[in-house]
């Protein structure tokens, strides 16, 4: 079973950054060779993709976050992250990981003065 839990959400004004964590515990998984990525719920909407990393160096986003977002990961802390920067108004919302059909309870962030 798959255990996954992100932080590092809050309020961020216009303009600023954020990095969130998504850590992976549990079994039947080797998170240095399994993909992860991260979703967002902005208020009154429905979650949508935001980015994917794959092992081995690939990497996509989607292109309201692209030039702006990088994902990256530690293998040794079963960790993915997330670099939120030149953050908008419109970024705001529940950000959740993923790892194949697994979830986590999310984290959230709002942009806002």
């Known amino acids: 079973q798959v255990h996954l839990v992100e932080s590092g959400g809050g309020l961020v004004q216009p303009g600023g950054s954020v990095r969130l964590s998504c850590e992976a515990s549990?079994?039947?998984?080797?998170?240095?060779?399994?993909?992860m990525a991260w979703y967002r719920q902005p208020p009154g909407s429905q979650r949508g993709f935001v980015a994917l990393?794959?092992?081995?160096?690939?990497?996509s986003f989607a292109d309201s976050v692209k030039g702006r977002f990088t994902i990256s990961r530690d293998n040794a802390k079963n960790t993915i992250y997330l670099h939120m920067n030149s953050l908008k108004s419109e970024d705001t919302g529940i950000y959740y990981c993923?790892?194949?059909?697994?979830w986590g309870q999310g984290t959230e962030v709002t942009v806002s003065t």
């Open positions: 549990g079994s039947g998984f080797t998170f240095s060779s399994t993909p």
């Open positions: 990393d794959i092992p081995g160096g690939s990497t």
């Open positions: 993923r790892m194949r059909n697994d």
